[in-house]
């Protein structure tokens, strides 16, 4: 692989083998589960897969905190490594030791402690709403070359997204990857790694069919906070 960034990063062990086993039980015993969807509905020759929406549902809170909580760790690995996700949509300042503040910067990001790091992602950043999603084997799969920026609603919220997330739940089975278009770079899919990439048409991606086996996951996005919220006052950053 070429020494240029990607910006599409795996780390592995997000979840222990026995939390992705975990949920994938919980997944089958649910009978929670519905058609997967795309922006304009149920499209099975789009994507083909059932999927459980955890957002809103009391019974799945403990599993949706569990894997925000491991988003957040790698996120926090991503923005040290690429600060510039978080510093170039925004002209961020930061407070100082000096009691004032200051222009966030690259430098300054990767020197903060992870706590101060924290603050500022929450006050930027937020996580969306996450689907547990089966695809079965020889046939489930999401085939169509996408993105995850579209102007789906009124609102824009769509729009939102910065980032995409997936933590592979289980790896019991042959292709199945995710495959980027223009890096031209599959992830195999490895029960508890997480995938993290930009939402945006250059990480134009798809969901290859899974052989010999059913593909667990569980995928979701990090958005901006709306600018209501972003711009109306944060905790120790804002817009310049």
């Known amino acids: 692989m070429s020494d240029t960034p990607d910006f ?3 780390y592995p062990d997000a979840l222990s083998r026995a939390q992705c086993d975990a949920l994938i039980e919980r997944f089958k015993s649910s009978g929670a589960d519905g058609p997967g969807l795309v922006g304009g509905g ?4 789009l994507k ?3 999927d459980i929406t955890l957002g809103g549902k009391p019974e799945w809170r403990d599993a949706e905190a569990m894997l925000n909580t491991a988003v957040f760790r790698g996120l926090m690995a991503y923005l040290r490594r690429y600060p510039y996700t978080l510093i170039a949509p925004l002209m961020l300042e930061v407070a100082g030791e000096d009691g004032g503040r200051h222009r966030l910067t690259a430098e300054r990001l990767q020197a903060m ?3 101060a790091l924290a603050g500022v992602m929450q006050t930027v950043m937020r996580p969306g709403s996450i689907n547990l999603q089966r695809y079965t084997g020889g046939r489930g799969g999401y085939p169509y070359w996408h993105c995850e920026l579209f102007p ?3 609102g ?5 997204r910065h980032l995409l997330w997936t933590i592979y739940l289980n790896d019991g089975f042959s292709e199945g990857e995710t495959e980027f278009l223009h890096q031209q ?3 195999a899919p490895k029960a508890g790694s997480l995938l993290i990439a930009p939402a945006a048409f250059t990480h134009t991606h798809r969901g290859n069919r899974p052989q010999g086996g059913d593909k667990f996951i569980a995928t979701s996005w990090v958005l901006f906070q709306r600018a209501e919220a972003l711009f109306g006052g944060g905790r120790g950053a804002r817009g310049g």
């Open 185 to 187: 770079r599959k992830i």
């Open 48 to 50: 083909d897969s059932r």
């Open 42 to 45: 149920h499209r099975p020759e």
């Open 156 to 160: 824009g919220e769509t729009l939102h």
């Open 152 to 154: 789906r609603d009124p």
């Open 8 to 10: 599409i990063e795996v």
């Open 113 to 115: 402690s992870d706590e």
